[in-house]
T-cell receptor, first 114, second 114 residues
Framework: AQSVTQLGSHVSVSEGALVLLRCNYS??????LFWYVQYPNQGLQLLLK??????LVKGINGFEAEFKKSETSFHLTKPSAHMSDAAEYFC????????????FGQGTILTVHP | DSGVTQTPKHLITATGQRVTLRCSPR?????VYWYQQSLDQGLQFLIQ???????AKGNILERFSAQQFPDLHSELNLSSLELGDSALYFC?????????????FGPGTRLTVT
C-alpha cells in the first residue's frame, strides 16, 4: 500500500520569501512521486515528477523538489514566492505495481502576502 | 489547457437520480482515470481504464460504474445519488498503463445532489 502525508494544510509566506511545502510518502516498492497545483475552480496541473533518475527535480514556474529516500520525503521548494503562486498544492505517489493509480496527500493551501 | 475535456462542467440533480459524466482524453492517450474530490475525503482514485479495459479499481461505490469506448472517451455513471456524492469529479489521461507516466487532468465536473 502507498500513502502520502502533507505536513501543514495551510502555509503562508510573504512575496519574495522561500516556499517550502512538505510531503512524506510511504511505499513498499520504489515510488514515483508527483507535485500538482490546483488553482481555484480549475483542474490539477503537474508541476514536476520524480521517476528514479535525478533526486533533485526541477519543474515549472521555478519549483523544484528533492527526493530523499532515507527520510521518505519529497518536499517542494521555490526560492522566491510570487503572488501568482497562491493555490493548493498536492503531493501524489504511484508505483509500478499500482498501475497508474495516484494516491494524493490532503493538499496544502499556499497563501502569498504582498 | 491539458487537452482533456469533461462535460458537463456543472450538474445539479436530486437524490435518487442517475447522471453520466463524460471525458475525452488527450489525443493519443490510452489510459483514462476517474477521481473524486470532496472536502472530507480529499482526492480519491475511483477507477482506471486502459484501451477499453478496466485495469484498476479504487474506492468506487457499487452505485458507480464506468466504461471506456472504442474511441477512447470514457463515461462515469452515478446512480441512486445521495447527498454525500456531491463532489468534484476529475478525469485524467496518460499515455501508458503503469509507471511514471504523468496524468493530465480535465477541468472537472462539479456535481451537486440536492
Amino acid at each position: 500500500a502507498q500513502s502520502v502525508t502533507q505536513l501543514g494544510s495551510h502555509v503562508s509566506v510573504s512575496e519574495g520569501a522561500l516556499v517550502l511545502l512538505r510531503c512524506n510518502y510511504s511505499s513498499s516498492v520504489p515510488p514515483y512521486l508527483f507535485w500538482y497545483v490546483q488553482y481555484p475552480n480549475q483542474g490539477l496541473q503537474l508541476l514536476l515528477k520524480y521517476t528514479s533518475a535525478a533526486t533533485l527535480v526541477k519543474g515549472i514556474n521555478g519549483f523544484e523538489a528533492e527526493f530523499k529516500k532515507s527520510e521518505t520525503s519529497f518536499h517542494l521548494t521555490k526560492p522566491s514566492a510570487h503572488m501568482s503562486d497562491a493555490a493548493e498544492y498536492f503531493c501524489a505517489v504511484s508505483t509500478g505495481t499500482s498501475y497508474g493509480k495516484l494516491t494524493f496527500g490532503q493538499g496544502t493551501i499556499l497563501t502569498v502576502h504582498p | 489547457d491539458s487537452g482533456v475535456t469533461q462535460t458537463p462542467k456543472h450538474l445539479i440533480t436530486a437524490t435518487g437520480q442517475r447522471v453520466t459524466l463524460r471525458c475525452s482524453p488527450r489525443s493519443g492517450d490510452l489510459s483514462v482515470y476517474w477521481y473524486q474530490q470532496s472536502l472530507d475525503q480529499g482526492l480519491q482514485f475511483l477507477i482506471q481504464y486502459y484501451n477499453g479495459e478496466e485495469r484498476a479499481k479504487g474506492n468506487i461505490l457499487e452505485r458507480f460504474s464506468a466504461q471506456q469506448f472504442p474511441d477512447l472517451h470514457s463515461e462515469l455513471n452515478l446512480s441512486s445519488l445521495e447527498l454525500g456524492d456531491s463532489a468534484l469529479y476529475f478525469c485524467a489521461s496518460s499515455t501508458g498503463l503503469a509507471g511514471p507516466y504523468e496524468q493530465y487532468f480535465g477541468p472537472g465536473t462539479r456535481l451537486t445532489v440536492t
